[in-house]
Nanobody
Framework: QVQLVESGGGLAQAGGSLRLSCAASKRIFSINFMGWYRQAPGKQRELVGSINGGGTINYTAAVKGRFTISRDNANTLYLQMNSLKPEDTALYYC??????????????WGQGTQVTVSS
């Protein structure tokens, strides 16, 4: 079973930076989507940034120009977060979706890493 392990969360001051990483315990083949989600207390989980199988990158409007999503050749997923704001405080999750042998997709999720931004 593949596990995703996130790291890099923590406490930052407003205006500061953090870099999140998400590594898989085994190589994942046929990836068609990689994304970072976040969920703040009392709010729904939202997609922050994503890379699809063709390399197209998208961001939610709230983080455009401040966050950068990337991946490396080992399919480790990163989220560079700059100019952090208190409203970025949330539990951040990585998600990887890959085509399954039998059709459909396999969805993998990390356990979440907490990001807290103080004003």
């Amino acid at each position: 079973q593949v596990q995703l392990v996130e790291s890099g969360g923590g406490l930052a001051q407003a205006g500061g930076s953090l870099r999140l990483s998400c590594a898989a315990s085994k190589r994942i083949f046929s990836i068609n989507f990689m994304g970072w989600y976040r969920q703040a207390p009392g709010k729904q989980r939202e997609l922050v940034g994503s890379i699809n199988g063709g390399g197209t990158i998208n961001y939610t409007a709230a983080v455009k120009g401040r966050f950068t999503i990337s991946r490396d050749n080992a399919n480790t997923l990163y989220l560079q977060m700059n100019s952090l704001k208190p409203e970025d405080t949330a539990l951040y999750y990585c998600n990887v979706r890959a085509a399954a042998w039998a059709g459909g997709n396999n969805d993998y999720w990390g356990q979440g890493t907490q990001v807290t931004v103080s004003s």
